[in-house]
């Protein structure tokens, strides 16, 4: 196998959010090649790296740690090692770890390279239905301080606007948006996106609260809600 040519940086590889089918092949590449994996739950991680007979070396980096791993980590690329960052799934920094290493490479002065790869809220708004040429991605709302605060101010907000949730929050928000947005505003959820089992439900909030109060959601979320 001839060998990629691989400089001192930061590979940052975005990985399946569901279907490890959704790998592409430059991601199996740098990750086989390059010197060390910081992954988000290397528990996780190990199922797609045995998938792909990836066998190089992997270190935690999460949310819980990632304040003191990202000097080692720029101290290993400095000294000519090329390291991936991986998150459970999508791309990091997307909702995941992966901004503050960046912010420390780009101020080290070192390359950092994000791959093309998965992340969930592509999908859920193309399959929405509804406008993709302009939106807002918000992500995970506050749990609790300053939630009710940012919803308010999306509340004139007139792109398409993309929220991550958990299951077991989704009627919940879904009611506090109803209250904000109005029950009639369009909406769709997208859960278990490449999946298996992937759904989108479409309707207005008021009929996506009375259809997942029926239905107990599950598997990761994407609401795409339109704009006013």
Do not use: W
């Amino acid at each position: 196998m001839i060998l990629m040519e691989m400089q001192p940086k930061l590979y940052v590889v975005p990985t399946p959010v569901g279907n490890l089918e959704d790998m592409t092949f430059r991601a199996v590449k740098v990750l086989k090649e390059c010197d060390l994996i910081f992954a988000e739950d290397t528990r996780t991680s190990s199922i797609l790296l045995k998938h792909y007979d990836i066998r190089t070396p992997m270190i935690s980096h999460h949310k819980f740690n990632e304040h003191k791993t990202v000097p080692a980590i720029v101290e290993r690329i400095l000294s000519g090692q090329q390291i991936a960052l991986i998150s459970d799934a999508g791309t990091p920094a997307i909702s995941d770890p992966g901004f503050l290493l960046v912010r420390e490479c780009v101020k080290n002065q070192i390359i950092v390279e994000c791959l093309p790869g998965a992340t969930a809220f592509v999908p859920a708004i193309v399959a929405s239905g509804l406008p993709a040429d302009k939106f807002c991605f918000e992500g995970f709302l506050p749990q609790k301080k300053g939630r009710q605060t940012l919803l308010n101010s999306l509340k004139n907000e007139t792109r398409t606007m993309i929220f991550y949730e958990s299951p077991f929050r989704l009627v919940k928000t879904l009611m506090q948006f109803a209250d904000v947005f109005g029950s009639e505003r369009q909406a769709t959820v997208s859960r278990e996106i490449s999946k298996l089992f992937e759904q989108t439900i479409r309707g207005t909030l008021a009929e996506l609260i009375t259809h997942f109060t029926e239905h107990a959601p599950k598997g990761e979320i994407v609401i795409v809600l339109a704009g006013n």
